[in-house]
């Protein structure tokens, strides 16, 4: 299979999205830290780059925040060349990685506000090179935790409040709030 490589901005300035043709992970995982990268040879090698200070795969795309002084396009060639080749090599993205089956706990009103999170909210995250989980509800308050671009991007605040929040409100009457939990 020829992998071919393409870029996308993502609403957070200090993130690019690196979309290949080929699928590198079911699910999504962050390596927010090069300490947390070291079950992944993926991930491991681009934080020898040392203007990369963020790593996020999901589906077919994999997130790379950068540093402040680094230049989107100065990088952006040498990133993507790098993708390209770590995927023909078939570099690993997680190592012992199971297909994870999607498996909803709570009380009725927990498993609703997780499906419709995983549902409309979740591809709409990945879209912008972000991931969403959700990860409690109490006292009508919604917690979730935002990573890849999501984490740190300027409008993610936005996104909380005016997308998600106001979902969760249209749909499920006992939500009031959705915060969003500190990495």
Same mark, same amino acid.
């Given at each position: 299979? /020829?992998? #071919? !490589?393409? #870029? &996308?901005?993502t609403p957070n300035p200090a993130t690019m999205k690196f979309i290949v043709n080929k699928l590198l992970i079911n699910g999504s995982v962050d390596y927010a830290t090069k300490k947390s990268a070291e079950s992944s040879k993926f991930a491991t090698e681009l934080?020898?780059? /040392?203007? !990369?200070t963020g790593v996020f795969f999901a589906s077919n795309f994999v997130t790379v925040t950068k540093t402040e002084d680094a230049v989107w396009s100065d990088i952006e060639p040498i990133l993507k060349e790098f993708v390209k080749g770590a995927v023909e090599s078939d570099y690993s993205v997680q &190592? /012992? #990685?199971s297909d994870e089956e999607v498996n909803f706990t709570g009380t009725e009103t927990e498993i609703k506000i997780q499906q419709i999170l995983n549902d409309y909210v979740r591809p709409a995250v990945e879209q912008d090179g972000g991931a969403i989980s959700y990860k409690s509800f109490e006292d009508g308050i919604v917690t979730v935790e935002l990573r890849g671009s999501c984490s740190g991007c300027p409008s993610s605040t936005i996104t909380l409040k005016s997308g998600i929040q106001s979902l969760l409100q249209r749909m499920i009457p006992e939500v009031k709030e959705v915060v969003s &939990?500190?990495?």
């Amino acid at each position: 299979m /020829n992998i #071919t !490589v393409y #870029t &996308e901005s993502t609403p957070n300035p200090a993130t690019m999205k690196f979309i290949v043709n080929k699928l590198l992970i079911n699910g999504s995982v962050d390596y927010a830290t090069k300490k947390s990268a070291e079950s992944s040879k993926f991930a491991t090698e681009l934080y020898k780059f /040392n203007f !990369v200070t963020g790593v996020f795969f999901a589906s077919n795309f994999v997130t790379v925040t950068k540093t402040e002084d680094a230049v989107w396009s100065d990088i952006e060639p040498i990133l993507k060349e790098f993708v390209k080749g770590a995927v023909e090599s078939d570099y690993s993205v997680q &190592e /012992n #990685t199971s297909d994870e089956e999607v498996n909803f706990t709570g009380t009725e009103t927990e498993i609703k506000i997780q499906q419709i999170l995983n549902d409309y909210v979740r591809p709409a995250v990945e879209q912008d090179g972000g991931a969403i989980s959700y990860k409690s509800f109490e006292d009508g308050i919604v917690t979730v935790e935002l990573r890849g671009s999501c984490s740190g991007c300027p409008s993610s605040t936005i996104t909380l409040k005016s997308g998600i929040q106001s979902l969760l409100q249209r749909m499920i009457p006992e939500v009031k709030e959705v915060v969003s &939990e500190a990495l």
